[in-house]
């Protein structure tokens, strides 16, 4: 059995390498030859933590596993990373386990990784202006990866508590963007490309914010009750997914679907159009909307290729099992 630990990971795989592996297992899904199982992910009664898994099989590349962890609030005071993740791999062909792969650093490329391919899709080709709501962890990864699929000329930001802007200001920095801090009657007012990556449970972006022609990719929804934008932006927008299941249970959809101003077959998998099957957007004044809610192939994607590159470059461990 092959180890890939947390501590190698960074370094190992490039953000092109995780577009890539997201890119081609997002095709798959919409072939059909890949597909993920029921998310389980429960409150266990200790530590206040949230813990669950994701998995699924792709038949393309035979990557076949689950990542398990999730959320302990405590962490944090005692110097580990709240959210936990491993991912696991077995060999479709005899059931054993092939590889373990340390998943937080993962977890965060590869969320990075889809908002990305479905700026690559579906912005506007002339977007220049950048907007990012959240300035949590995730933003900087969410930022970097945005910032190299379109010639951006200036990144607005909004946050809750905005003096916690200063790692999105050193990405900004290093790619050499200006970077502002904006309201968001403003910020949806320039922005052609908005990314929203937040906890939360209230809708923060509204659709009066946002002007015609608008890419949104809302990356932040991924539970029962969350919500980052408002039902009625979901229902003025064409909206896209990774997985249409995930999107109307769990993920931004939910509330439109509840309330009846979005209908389950009018969300299209983002995979559809990266296989040519659905034109992706089809005006520069229509609004589109990525619901990236996070799915077990992504995790499985991204680990088979960190397996591969570490035990090309001899930094796999390996053991028997």
Known sequence: ????????????????????????????????????F??????????????????????????????????????????LTNHQSTVFLFDADTGRCRAVVGGNLLTALRTAAASAI????????????????????QSAFQLRAALAQRPFERVLAWNLHPGM??????????????????????LGAEADVIVTITSSFAPILKASHVKPGTHIACMGTDTKGKQEVEAELLAAATVFTDEVAQSVSIGEAQHAIGRGLLTEGAI????????????GRTSDEEITLFDGTGVGLQDLAVASAAVDLAVAKGLAVEVEF
């Open 38 to 79: 029921p998310v389980v992910r429960e409150a266990i009664g200790h530590a206040d933590a949230l813990y669950g898994f994701k998995s699924g099989f792709d038949r393309e590349s035979l990557a076949l596993g689950l990542k398990a962890g999730g959320f302990w609030p405590g962490n944090a005071a005692k110097g």
């Open 268 to 279: 299209v998998e983002i995979g559809a159009v990266i296989n040519g099957d659905h034109p």
């Open 165 to 186: 802007f200063g790692r999105m200001e050193a990405v900004a920095r290093e790619h050499g963007v200006p970077f502002e801090a904006a309201e968001l009657d403003r």
């Open 1 to 36: 059995m092959i180890i890939v630990p947390e501590n190698r990971i960074d370094g190992l795989l490039t953000e092109a390498d995780c577009f890539t592996a997201v890119e081609k297992v997002f095709a798959s899904m919409a072939r059909r030859t890949a597909g993920n």
């Open 118 to 137: 479905s700026i690559k899709h579906l912005a506007r080709k002339d977007a220049r202006v950048l907007g990012m709501i959240g300035a949590g962890h």
